[in-house]
């Protein structure tokens, strides 16, 4: 096992973490490729994703669009705007071709808004594209283990 | 003047004073009587939406779904008949299906394994012999629901008087059939949906898909994410648009009349937003004329279409809502699709559904912020009413009821004398 790369892509996905949950959110735009996609799917078994119903399906436009509503002020159900700590865990190193590193995690995301504390949990798989000494975000496919309940409101990135 | 803390609960009021011509009581959204009388009453009253016939498209296709709070199973049997059954075992009442769609032989009773057909009839008791003389297997089907179809949606209704669906529907059948049109030559199709709940009770929902006033001001925020041509579409509180009374509480809103019948001007230039979608359609060889013909169809139809009590038409999707208590209400947004049509183009339609709708949509968790900002408001002054009258004085009667400008609150008029009808007839 390649804990150094581990150790490589941890760090980088703590630091991902780290700036959603502190609204850092134009650092956050810039550690995308250009080419690269957000998506939170439906249905937990589909790949053929761009075919199918998601919560969100964003490229580059869309990525700055919705920090732009998420930070505008124009939007009633961000202001406030919602707390949330993160943490994830249980990395694992799913491929590794040299130019992109494929990692799945767990993501355990609590929000407090208003009156009411909720839990998001998500199996979150990034493919991180090699850059320099470090690494871009080429997609993040964020699965929620109750992506076909009845959800409420997300007005944050997860 | 002092509030009456002592006023007797809304439901030994008379109902019929609680809807007045500009204005409907406050209790509406927040006495739990009324909530249940409603679901006697309306949701086990009259034709309730419960599928549309692509979501259930071949024999031993099923959906498992609620009419009112009462769960039902919608299924296509083998002569290609829909039964809307109750999700219910005959024995002991267990649910035979907890899947929320799927395809199957039969529904089996995971208790005691009663087993049933797609018509629900009861094909199969294990061990029946306990039962000797005393179990007429004829006699304990699946309760089924009278189920009628127009425009391929698909109605169900406890009352076996009920009036025909078409008679029901009326002046509502012909916008019906121009909603369908954004299907641009191919069968419509649910190809999924967002859904989520608002603490908030059922009727305020009801009033969204009919209420263009909030429009610019709930969603400033999703108009600042559009372009300027779509922008100014979207700019039609002061526009020619109008909303109108159809009857039997269903109403039209239409906000932008040129996108009504989507069948005509198919010379009109592709909107800018389009442009992409329409050069890749001709690089798939798509002609001229069926490129324009699904490029205007993609965003939708110009009119939301409200049918009384659970189910809208809305531009580009279906709207169905779910009474679940009297301050909780479920909301699903299924996304329409060409069955069969371009995959580019339906990939369009899923993208612009995904912007607005669902909860990481940039409209619906404003509009769903403000629903449940009417429930919390809701439990001050108890003495109080909710308006209805925006723009009455401007009402006009028209060949198929009477209409206002597109900011009326016609529609909404419209669905509280129904209510009152249904409630205290």
Redesign the interface.
């Known amino acids: 096992m390649n804990t150094q790369l581990l150790t490589e892509v941890g760090a980088f996905l703590w630091q991902e973490a780290d700036m959603l949950d502190h609204r850092e959110y134009q650092d956050w735009l810039a550690q995308w490729t250009a080419d690269g996609l957000y998506i939170?799917p439906?249905?937990p078994e589909a790949t053929d994703l761009?075919?199918?119903?998601?919560?969100?399906?964003d490229d580059a436009d869309?990525r700055a669009?919705?920090v732009?509503?998420l930070t505008?002020g124009?939007?009633?159900?961000?202001q406030p705007a919602s707390r949330t700590v993160r943490s994830l865990s249980r990395f694992r190193i799913l491929a590794d071709d040299g130019a992109t590193v494929t990692v799945r995690a767990a993501q355990h995301l609590r929000e407090f808004r208003k009156e009411t504390l909720r839990d998001y949990t998500a199996d979150v798989t990034y493919e991180l594209a090699r850059s320099g000494d470090g690494f871009r975000l080429k997609s993040k496919i964020v699965r929620l283990v109750n992506s076909?309940?009845?959800?409420?409101?997300?007005?944050y990135i997860? | 003047m002092a509030i009456d803390l002592k006023a007797p609960p809304a439901a030994s009021r008379d109902l019929a004073d609680l809807v007045r011509a500009d204005r409907a009581h406050t209790s509406l959204y927040t006495d739990p009587a009324i909530f249940e009388q409603e679901m006697d009453r309306i949701f086990a009253n009259c034709w309730v939406w419960v599928a549309h016939v692509s979501e259930v498209k071949e024999a031993g296709d099923y959906k498992s779904t609620y009419v009112g709070r009462q769960p039902v199973v919608v299924v296509r049997d083998r002569k290609q008949k829909i039964h809307v059954l109750l999700n219910r075992c005959r024995h002991r009442a267990a649910t035979v299906c907890e899947e929320k769609k799927g395809r199957t032989n039969s529904f089996v009773c995971p208790y005691h394994g009663w087993s049933y057909g797609l018509d629900g009839s009861l094909r199969g008791v294990p061990h029946p012999e306990s039962y000797g003389q005393c179990l007429d297997k004829g006699e304990y089907p699946l309760k089924s629901l009278r189920v009628e179809e127009y425009a391929g949606m698909v109605f169900a209704s406890f009352r076996e008087d009920i009036e025909p669906l078409a008679d029901w529907l009326g002046p509502a059948k012909k916008w019906m059939d121009l909603f369908m049109k954004q299907g641009g030559g191919y069968p419509i199709k649910v190809a999924g949906e967002h859904r989520f709940r608002f603490p908030g009770n059922w009727k305020i929902q009801l009033e969204n898909t009919t209420d263009g006033y909030h429009f610019p001001v709930v969603h400033k925020s999703f108009l600042s994410s559009v372009d300027e041509q779509t922008e100014r579409m979207l700019d039609f509180v002061n526009g020619p648009g109008f909303v109108e009374d159809l009857g039997n509480g269903h109403s039209v809103m239409v906000m932008i009349p040129e996108l009504v019948d989507l069948e005509e001007n198919l010379d009109a230039p592709v909107p800018a937003r389009f442009a992409e979608l329409a050069e890749e359609l001709r690089r798939e060889g798509h002609d001229e004329a069926k490129v324009r013909r699904i490029v205007r169809t993609v965003g939708g139809s110009g009119f939301n279409l409200n049918l009384f009590p659970n189910i809208a038409c809305s531009m580009a999707f279906f709207r169905v809502l779910r009474p679940v208590s009297v301050n909780e209400t479920e909301i699903h947004h299924a996304v329409i699709t060409m069955d069969g049509g371009p995959a580019a183009a339906n990939r369009a339609r899923l993208r612009l559904h995904e912007h607005f709708q669902g909860p990481m949509g940039f409209g619906t968790p404003d509009d769903s912020e403000a629903w449940e900002r009417v429930q919390k408001g809701a439990q001050a002054g108890n003495d109080l009413w909710i308006l209805l009258n925006r723009g009455l004085p401007g009402e006009r009667i028209t060949e198929d009821g009477r209409a206002g400008d597109v900011s009326a609150e016609t529609g909404m008029r419209a669905a509280y004398q129904q209510w009152k009808k249904l409630m205290t007839e």
């Open positions: 939170v439906i249905d761009a075919d199918r119903l998601n919560y969100a399906y869309m669009k919705r732009a509503r505008g124009e939007s009633v159900s961000t076909t309940d009845a959800l409420h409101s997300i007005g997860l």
